[in-house]
């Protein structure tokens, strides 16, 4: 019989809608993950998540987080080493694609350095502070992964298209940020495998205008993404850290 001490701890970045909601859902069905704790940026866009509290209320925590706020993370890592003292699968959700009035750059003629700067504090900075403050929950000898939602569209060998300068250069910048930590991580959390994942054009608010061209069998449910980006999670072995990784299981190029 195992105790909640022997259970994987599982954090969830970016968990108010979306993918990162749809994590939580899952991880909650599972009976073999002993707590999750889901961020979100604001409460009032969160109320599905908090709902979720109700029905869960001894295995679901939640925790504002805004993941450009490197004193909140600070503070939140600190509250869940009050609690725990290791963790088994982060899995960083948070990015941004359009907001307001960003939104992607189809030429040159709609560079803006603020829009430039957003992306990268979202999609890529963010990602890397997690991994500064999160150390001290990976040192452990129990196999873990920490994983970051990426895109396809920021691998660079790949862009024949160009455009969207900003969204793909910061997941550019999120891929390489991560293979560094992950670099780094080898050393000092030797167990932890990082990895960054494309999830596929899945119905979300990000994907929502730009699905029009997406053939309907390219476009997942949150459900079916979650439950392929699990399994690919399932199956990383420790030489797998580093990489980049497609929702069926494919490594991506740089």
Not at 37 to 47: L, Q
Not at 136 to 141: A, E
Not at 154 to 163: A, V, W
Request: hydrophobic share 40%; aromatic share 8%; net charge neutral.
């Amino acid at each position: 019989m195992f105790t909640d001490a022997d259970l994987p701890n599982a954090l969830i970045v970016g968990a108010s809608q979306g993918i990162g909601l749809g994590f939580v859902k899952k991880l909650l069905e599972l009976e073999s993950i002993a707590r999750v704790y889901a961020t979100y940026r604001r409460r009032e866009s969160a109320s599905e998540l908090i709902a979720l509290l109700d029905e869960y209320p001894k295995r679901l925590f939640c925790l504002p987080m805004d993941i450009t706020d490197e004193v909140q993370i600070s503070e939140d890592v600190e509250l869940l080493r009050g609690e725990i003292d290791r963790l088994h699968l982060v899995i960083n959700c948070v990015g941004i694609l359009h907001e307001g009035t960003l939104q992607p750059e189809k030429s040159l003629r709609q560079i803006n350095p603020e829009n430039l700067m957003r992306y990268f504090q979202v999609n890529s900075i963010g990602a890397v502070l997690l991994a500064k403050h999160l150390l001290p929950l990976f040192r452990h000898s129990d196999r873990s992964v920490f994983a970051s939602i990426s895109a396809k569209i920021g691998s660079i060998s790949d862009n024949q298209l160009g455009g969207w300068y900003g969204y793909r250069a910061s997941k550019a910048a999120l891929n390489m940020l991560m293979r560094n930590v992950a670099i780094e991580y080898a050393r000092t959390s030797p167990k932890t495998i990082v990895v960054t994942l494309h999830p596929g054009t899945t119905d979300t608010r990000l994907s929502q205008p730009f699905q029009k061209n997406v053939p309907a069998e390219k476009l997942f449910s949150v459900e079916r993404t979650v439950n392929q980006l699990l399994a690919v999670l399932e199956k990383l072995q420790i030489e797998d850290s580093g990489q980049f990784f497609s929702w069926d299981g494919s490594r991506l190029p740089w």
